[in-house]
């Protein structure tokens, strides 16, 4: 079963830049694509963007200024960095394994969030 | 950018009846394939989101067969034909033609 966990400082001062880290357990990072989403305290999801494991990526519109997500195969793990962060960055962010949609048996190019971590609280805050 | 805008944000229901959640696109979410891009999903309380329905009216791998997704274009809706107990918490519809969009979730509780 593949397993991700979340990780990196739980407070950050503004205009810094937020560093995470999903470490992959369970099962290899190739071949596969990994996103990352957050969730504002009380508030919805937001896609914050993807990387596929031969490092091509895609990013939320919103963020992509100040965005980075890098995948490394020999740690089997991935990462993200969000420069210039203010208290709106706060959040619980959760990275997550996509997985090939199925289709009559037969397995497709779609693919949706299929493994969720469990999130990780980061605050914004001098 | 694409918008999604889900109705209504609350949705109080009774065990055993139906419930019926609608999500809406700023524009079309048909594929050139021909599927619709668009996901549902659920975050069950203290717990990450999980995946009930993909293109528009797939479910996912043991997903109750009370869970029914519909729609086209730019309209759809997630029906729950007989809700249970188990079902409550926040449900996001998201489109994935044009990078990735979350609705603003539509929260499902027990009357």
């Known amino acids: 079963q593949v397993q991700l966990q979340e990780s990196g400082p739980g407070l950050v001062k503004p205009l810094e830049t937020l560093s995470l880290t999903c470490s992959v357990s369970?099962?290899?990072?190739?071949?596969?694509?990994w996103g990352w989403i957050r969730q504002p305290p009380g508030r919805g999801l937001e896609y914050i963007g993807y990387?596929?494991?031969?490092?091509?990526?895609d990013y939320s519109p919103s963020l992509k200024s100040r965005l980075t997500i890098s995948v490394d195969t020999s740690k089997n793990q991935f990462s993200m960095k969000l420069n210039s962060v203010t208290a709106a960055d706060t959040a619980t962010y959760y990275c997550?394994?996509?997985?090939?949609?199925?289709?009559?048996?037969?397995?497709?190019?779609?693919?949706?969030?299929?493994?969720w971590g469990r999130g990780t609280l980061v605050t914004v805050s001098s | 950018d694409i918008v999604m805008t889900q109705s209504p944000l609350s949705l109080p229901v009774t065990p055993g009846e139906p419930a019926s959640i609608s999500c809406r696109s700023s524009?079309?979410?048909?594929?050139?394939?021909?599927?619709?891009?668009l996901d549902w999903y659920v975050q069950k309380p203290g717990q990450p989101p999980q995946i009930l329905i993909y293109?528009?009216?797939t479910r996912a791998s043991g997903v109750p067969d009370r869970f029914i997704g519909s729609g086209s274009g730019t309209d759809f809706t997630l029906t729950i034909t007989r809700v249970e107990a188990e079902d409550v918490g926040v449900y996001y519809c998201?489109?994935?033609?044009?990078?990735?969009?979350f609705g603003q979730g539509t929260k499902v509780e027990i009357k």
């Open positions: 997550a394994r996509f997985t090939p949609a199925v289709i009559g048996g037969v397995s497709t190019r779609y693919w949706y969030f299929g493994f």
């Open positions: 369970g099962a290899s990072i190739s071949n596969y694509y």
């Open positions: 990387v596929y494991y031969n490092g091509n990526t």
């Open positions: 524009q079309s979410l048909l594929h050139r394939f021909g599927y619709f891009y």
């Open positions: 293109l528009g009216s």
């Open positions: 998201m489109q994935t033609l044009q990078t990735r969009t």
